[in-house]
């Protein structure tokens, strides 16, 4: 996102970004917590979940075409009944708070980049409850990983445990299992000890629901990406 935004908006936001490493498990804010900083991520994937009577499920991911702490910009000072925190390692900037709450008052065209991601990322949660309810875990697990890589910049290698993906994927870890079984056996993926590789990009894309394609479509028109 930071790159999408005209000198101008940048220059306003430059003195207040503090470049941060993410970790794996790293927790952005917990839920019902507001946030105290808002994240920009360049490489990584952070996570959104909600805890339900069954468990843990996600309900939307972020990575370098939005930011994690939208409620920020909504409603300041307020939290979400969610869990953001980081699921693949990585790296970004920071803001705090009040800074970009500032920004956003004083520059216009910075309101309109954040409103259109916030728009896409509508789209993403919206596609997400659909897909849950329709797909196969199979494709799911397909659609994750592609949305997952297009987020760990030229890196074909990613760090992701079964208990991870059960989360992502809202499925008990046996059925994840032979999800990703059923990818790798396909020759579209490399899975071991929790690393995951892309072998076939395209296989992939072809072993996902529709869904990845739709909501591709509209991040990449709403967020310049």
């Known amino acids: 996102m930071l790159r999408t935004l005209v000198r101008k908006d940048y220059e306003r936001l430059a003195p207040h970004l503090e470049s941060i490493t993410f970790k794996v498990g790293d927790v952005l804010a917990e839920e019902n917590e507001p946030f105290t900083h808002v994240f920009f991520p360049e490489t990584g994937v952070a996570s959104v979940t909600n805890r339900v009577a069954g468990g843990t499920v996600e309900v939307g991911t972020i990575g370098n075409e939005g930011i994690v702490g939208l409620g920020v910009y909504l409603d300041p000072g307020s939290g979400i009944p969610s869990r953001s925190f ?103 993926i490399k899975y071991s000890r929790g690393v995951i590789t892309v072998i076939d990009r395209a296989g992939l894309e072809k072993a996902s629901c529709e869904c990845y394609g739709i909501v591709r479509k509209h991040v990449d028109r709403l967020t310049g990406h």
């Not at 596609?127 to 849950?132: D, E, G, I, S, V």
Request: hydrophobic share 45%; aromatic share 8%; glycine share 6%.
């Open 86 to 188: 980081i699921q693949v390692h990585g790296s970004g900037k920071r803001i705090s708070a009040s800074a970009f709450s500032t920004v956003a008052e004083e520059s216009p065209e910075f309101r309109r980049v954040v409103n259109r991601y916030a728009q896409a990322y509508l789209i993403q949660v919206a596609q997400t409850a659909a897909c849950n309810r329709a797909h196969s875990v199979e494709e799911r697990c397909a659609r994750w990983l592609l949305m997952t890589h297009d987020r760990v910049g030229e890196s074909l290698t990613f760090s992701l445990t079964h208990q991870f993906l059960a989360y992502m994927l809202g499925a008990r870890r046996a059925g994840v299992t032979v999800a990703a079984g059923v990818l790798q056996k396909a020759g579209l």
